[in-house]
């Protein structure tokens, strides 16, 4: 098992920044990639950012330029560096840590950023 544990989000204005983090915990012997999900109301969940073990990121064309996720290997931890904020990045962002060889994905609480002025 591994438990995900998201902080960082709030409510900011249009063109502000603000910073995740995602700590996962447990059986993390086997993590090789961590990453960033964001659902709005009335949307699907979407991939935002993710990045593996040995650091090669990956972003959604939405956020490419803006965000930037980093990872640190001996906490499990990953952070989301979000800079000129949106209104459109408004939703409720999720931590995610694949199970490798297996359709398992454990997730966070999720953590709720709001862009409005």
């Known amino acids: 098992q591994v438990q995900v544990v998201e902080s960082g989000g709030g409510l900011v204005q249009p063109g502000g920044s603000l910073r995740l983090s995602c700590a996962a915990s447990?059986?993390?012997?086997?993590?090789?990639?961590m990453g960033w999900y964001r659902q709005a109301p009335g949307k699907q969940r979407e991939l935002v950012a993710s990045i593996t073990k040995g650091g090669l990121p990956n972003y959604a064309d939405s956020v490419k330029g803006r965000f930037t996720i980093s990872g640190d290997n001996a906490k499990n931890t990953v952070y989301l560096q979000m800079n000129s904020l949106k209104p459109e990045d408004t939703a409720v962002y999720y931590c995610?840590?694949?199970?490798?060889?297996?359709?398992?994905?454990?997730w966070g609480q999720g953590t709720q950023v709001t862009v409005s002025s």
């Open positions: 447990g059986s993390t012997f086997s993590i090789n990639v």
């Open positions: 995610s840590v694949p199970r490798p060889g297996t359709r398992i994905t454990y």
